[in-house]
């Protein structure tokens, strides 16, 4: 059964580059499309990045496109998200998820709690000096 397994997470200061990894066990994600998420403390979750691994479309959320990347490792079933010049904003508990999808779909578009069918159990980020 497929899972993924999200790492990266921990306390970093203002202004430095993280890297969030998500793995998956279990199987492959050569044919999903991979998102990010994240919940602040006392806020709604928010997409935050996503790519198709079917064609490599990808998308960013306003809050970090531009000092951001997301990356996918097919031979290690694994996709990154770096995120540069890190605000406190930031802080929050990361999530990745994924759905089966093909070809020419734009991963935004399935950005929603209810498109994603596989859910990461989180990796909290913390940014403060």
């Known amino acids: 059964q497929l899972q993924l397994v999200e790492s990266g997470g921990g306390l970093v200061q203002p202004g430095r580059s993280l890297r969030l990894a998500c793995a998956a066990t279990g199987g492959t994600l050569n044919d999903y499309a991979i998102g990010w998420f994240r919940q602040a403390p006392g806020k709604e979750r928010q997409g935050v990045s996503c790519?198709?691994?079917?064609?490599?479309?990808?998308n960013y959320a306003a809050s970090v496109r531009g000092r951001s990347t997301i990356s996918s490792d097919n031979a290690k079933r694994t996709v990154y998200l770096d995120i540069d010049n890190l605000k406190p904003d930031d802080t929050a508990v990361y999530y990745c998820?994924?759905?089966?999808?093909?070809?020419?779909?734009?991963?935004?578009?399935?950005?929603?709690?209810?498109?994603?069918?596989?859910w990461g159990k989180g990796t909290p980020v913390t940014v403060s000096s």
């Open positions: 790519i198709n691994n079917n064609d490599g479309n990808f």
């Open positions: 998820a994924a759905v089966q999808t093909r070809p020419l779909v734009a991963c935004w578009y399935l950005m929603t709690d209810t498109a994603m069918t596989l």
